[in-house]
């Protein structure tokens, strides 16, 4: 069975970083896109960023663009993602997600309060 | 960006009764690759989300066959063909057509 299990979320003040990982299991990690999803306190959900298999195409929400960086290491089964210069408006339970137009497995969640 | 409108914003329903939710994009889902990447994902109290369905109408495995999805283009419907207790937690509609992806605000079924 396909499991994403993130790590990594805390409580930060403003301006810090934090960094997040997902690592995966019961599938070939590196045959698929994956995606960082995030939702806010009582609100829907938000796309984050995405990466291709290879790392080579990576594409981020405007809003976390030159201040969060997606990464991989498909030997290690595991994403990433670089948070740098949190805001309050960052604070959410990040889902590490697989695919990139078809998200069909999703992590349970790792929570980040900028605060 | 591509929006996506959903409706109602909340939804009543009696137990066994049907239930539609409607998701209208502001430009077509059909991808170049003549794919058209909508998915649905129910999110129970508490819960991860889930995902439902995709590619606008495909049920994931082990998805109860009272959910069903149509539609193509910008115009999008789940249905639920008898509402059940564990039916009740919100539900989005997400497109993977365009950059940025993106989210429907979302509809809570909630029992009446």
């Known amino acids: 069975e396909a499991q994403l299990v993130e790590s990594g979320g805390g409580l930060v003040q403003p301006g810090g970083s934090l960094r997040l990982s997902c690592v995966a299991s019961g599938f070939s990690f590196s045959s698929y896109w994956m995606t960082w999803m995030r939702q806010g306190p009582g609100k829907g959900l938000e796309w984050v960023a995405s990466?291709?298999?290879?790392?080579?195409?990576?594409y981020y929400v405007d809003s976390v663009k030159g201040r969060f960086t997606i990464s991989r290491d498909n030997a290690k089964d595991a994403l990433y993602l670089q948070m740098n210069s949190l805001r309050a408006e960052d604070t959410a339970v990040y889902y590490c997600?697989?695919?990139?137009?078809?998200?069909?497995?999703w992590g349970q969640g790792t929570t980040v309060t900028v605060s | 960006d591509v929006v996506l409108t959903q409706s109602p914003l909340s939804l009543p329903v009696t137990l066994g009764q049907p239930a539609s939710i409607s998701c209208r994009s502001s430009r077509s889902l059909v991808h170049s690759d003549g794919n058209t990447y909508l998915n649905w994902f129910q999110q129970r109290p508490g819960q991860s989300p889930r995902r439902l369905l995709y590619?606008?109408?495909k049920r994931d495995s082990g998805v109860p066959e009272r959910f069903s999805g149509s539609g193509s283009g910008t115009e999008f419907t789940l249905r639920i063909s008898g509402v059940e207790a564990e039916d009740v937690g919100v539900y989005y509609c997400m497109q993977g057509t365009h950059w940025p992806l993106t989210f429907g605000g979302g509809t809570t079924v909630e029992i009446k």
């Open positions: 997600v697989r695919g990139r137009s078809n998200m069909d497995v």
């Open positions: 990466m291709r298999q290879d790392g080579g195409e990576r």
């Open positions: 590619y606008g109408s």
